[in-house]
C-alpha cells in the first residue's frame, strides 16, 4: 500500500519559516520524482517544487529564493523548507510522487497539511 504522509503544516507569521516533511512507504522512492504542490481556497492546485531522481528541482516563479526542496533516499522522505511566508503563501500543500516507467507514468499523492500564514 502506497503511503505518502506530510507533517510540518501549521500556523505562521508573516516572514516565519516551517518545514515540511513527507514520509513515503510503498514505493521505490529513490526511482521517483518528487514534489510538493500547493491549493489555495478556490484557486486550482500548482506545482511549487520538484525534485528529479538525480536531484534537480525546479520552482515555481513566486516561491524562488524563498522555499527549498530536498529528498533524503535513506529515509523515504522529501523535505520543503519555506522561509520568508508571506500570507499568499497559505494552502494545503500535497506531497507528489512521479514514476515514469515505459508506456505509464505511476502518481500518487499525499493527503496535505495546512499551511496558514497570518499574524
Known amino acids: 500500500q502506497v503511503q505518502l504522509v506530510e507533517s510540518g503544516g501549521g500556523l505562521v507569521q508573516p516572514g516565519g519559516s516551517l518545514r515540511l516533511s513527507c514520509a513515503a512507504s510503498g514505493i521505490a522512492f529513490s526511482l521517483n520524482d518528487m514534489g510538493w504542490y500547493r491549493q489555495a481556497p478556490g484557486k486550482e492546485r500548482e506545482l511549487v517544487a520538484r525534485?528529479?531522481?538525480?536531484?534537480?528541482?525546479n520552482y515555481a516563479e513566486s516561491v524562488k529564493g524563498r522555499f527549498t526542496i530536498s529528498r533524503d533516499n535513506a529515509k523515504n522522505t522529501v523535505y520543503l523548507q519555506l522561509n520568508s511566508l508571506q500570507p499568499e503563501d497559505t494552502a494545503v500543500y500535497y506531497c507528489?510522487?512521479?514514476?515514469?516507467?515505459?508506456?505509464?507514468?505511476?502518481?500518487?499523492w499525499g493527503q496535505g497539511t495546512q499551511v496558514t500564514v497570518s499574524s
Open positions: 525534485i528529479t531522481t538525480t536531484g534537480r528541482t
Open positions: 507528489h510522487a512521479r514514476r515514469v516507467i515505459i508506456g505509464d507514468t505511476l502518481v500518487n
